[in-house]
């Protein structure tokens, strides 16, 4: 680490049991493995996950740096990163936005996309690995871990070299930051859904002679949620699949949210379907009305709770997918074995590998243009604990700490 | 129905509240509707679902003929059978197998594929209609149900015209009755497994470049497990997909059951990967050996109750995907929603949809030939309440009856 980085740092720490957050003093962090690289953040921000610990729900008792969301340059490297391939792309200098996740980006686990379960993975802001709503943060696996926004030849993409280059130029870190998990974990629950056996043939068309027109609940208007829907109306434009989709929250100010994001990044005219944003008893008339009662094709649950599983589980036809992409805690699921096999349902569960998503979402990022809409406001750490107890009563959506403000 | 067919038949009947099995004379269904036919049952056989009310555990107070597999000779067919297309195929005379469920074949659902859910979809051998362990069975919508084995150019099939006559003057009733059910449900695992976004990489080779070889378990080794493991093996042998499978069941019988069936279908040399058939504590040390602690890409849970799906997830990978098309009962499902998250699991639940994989299991019957194995004995009905009694403590596998005999 260049001579210019402090010793200590500030960094937003969460105390036991719960709801106990403060802004403390300590040390900047240091390289302890050949693998790591110190990243200075610029902006890190809150999610929703975040909440679980906060409340105590985590059987958690260590103080640690929250958070799992951050951008920022790389400072310093461990001696591996003279060695081939991965680990060679990344310098001192170099623009950073980090996955929720650690993943090695070498096993067989991470080469076959599923980064978010590699065997080395560890969650940022959790008691195992400092987070990264601070200063300074230590990344392990650095190499298989960040996504180098300095190179663009690092990642595959639809666009040109050149179309990354100016997209990357129009857009600024608080629209970067969204690739750290809210919009790869949009684009893994539309994904997972479009590309599913059942429902593929109503994407491409095909052996699908009688519904022209998917039909897609989506549960949960928080961050990720939005993502999803976002996600899904690029998905459904790009390959001109007519659709009806019925966005579900019980809170009006998330649903108010929704619309002025889809007013936002959809042009009138440009669709291929219909888009309407309800609560969730109006939802249930309205699929109901649009499917003869049948139910939706596919229900995106971003929730993680068993209320939200049941409401999916209601909503979706026989024969139909519940993509939950939802953090669940310790309940049972909501529903029998008799349940599913009597609706012959399908069910995705599980955290994006969001290192793999990374470049679908970037792509994403380049077509909806800068998403400064899904930001509610962006403040410094004397706002944290305010922030983390707003936050997780709904008073506010989408929070970003600049950690130099 | 011709003056040559008698007014009363003899008949397996159900009576309430449990294991009381009679053999009685009924009336000779009449057609009640236009769509119905009346079928002369040659051949009929006793499954495991049929154990649901045998136990008294489906809630059923009415007594009614059990039954929903059989094989036979249409005698009589309602007024509809003029009209075009599918209900203008049967003809009185024609040998005819019944999926174990009723389905109109006209709907949007049934063309969709998803017969086994059909708004009109009755189960044989339930309150709701009487089942084909007799001499005669009403079937309702029967240009939609009945497969046609007397005219093969109604269906699709991988095999020439030529070829599928060959394959019919080869195979006896008692084969062709395992099309009922447990041929097509196998068939159905296999297929949802193979074809899952999951899986499909290995089965294409493409974006998989360090599994070479499918990891499989199949737990539950009665009749359906039995062909869901033939029916994965053909799938893979066919594709050339290198595979290690592990059929799983802890009763001694059962497995040396699918080992005998395992030697008589695969030539040696053939087979493009391993086949083992052991008891529950050594696949679990089997799969970890083969996968090194990951587990399997794939589970199909052939049983239908919670133990098996527990050890459906626990012998799971991450990113993996569990086939269960066991009949599940009331219980809730046996993992927690934080389980399926940490996991990133996948589960595919529900009947199949026989008479839409009626073609793909046909064709399976050709590739495997006279699966006499698959049968532990032929009866008369005089054997039937012992039968019952047998198969349920386990002491028998697959039990047909002769309503002739």
Known sequence: MSSAEPTF???IRWHPPS?????????VPQIQHPDDAIVKVTLAALCGSDLHIYRGHGGVDKVHTCGHEFIGE???????????ALYAQLKVGDRVVSPFTVNCGECSVCRLGYTG????????????????????????????????????????S???KDEKEKALIKLTDSSLLMLADILPTGVFAALQAINHPKVAPVITGRPWPLYKVLTVAIIGLGPVGVCAAISMLDALTIRQVPFRIVAIDPVEARREKMKAV???IVQAGEETGEFVVLSIEEAK????????????????????????????????????IVVSVGVH?????????????????????????????????????????????????????TEAADSYRAFDKGEVGKVIFDPWK
């Open 329 to 381: 805690g310790p309940p049972p699921l909501p529903f029998t074995g008799r349940q599913c096999y009597n609706k012959n349902v399908s069910l995705d569960f599980g955290r994006c590998p969001a290192r793999a998503m990374f470049p679908l979402a970037f792509d994403l990022l380049g077509f909806i243009g800068e998403p400064a809409s899904l930001i509610d406001r962006v403040v410094d750490f």
């Open 74 to 84: 790389v400072v310093s490297l461990g001696s591996n990163f003279g060695r081939p």
């Open 9 to 11: 740092q500030k960094a």
């Open 19 to 27: 709801y106990d957050i403060r802004v403390e003093s300590i040390p």
């Open 117 to 156: 379960r590699c065997p080395e993975g560890l969650l940022f802001g959790s008691p195992n690995l400092e987070g990264g709503q601070a200063q300074y943060v230590r990344v392990p696996k650095a190499g298989g871990t960040l996504f180098n926004l300095s190179d663009p030849s690092t990642w595959s």
């Open 285 to 320: 008339e309205k699929v109901a009305d649009w499917t003869g009662g049948v139910g939706c094709t596919t229900v995106l649950e971003v929730v993680g709770n068993t209320s939200a599983l049941s409401l999916a589980y209601d909503l979706v036809r026989a024969f139909g």
């Open 158 to 160: 639809s666009m040109s």
């Open 262 to 264: 889809y007013t936002t």
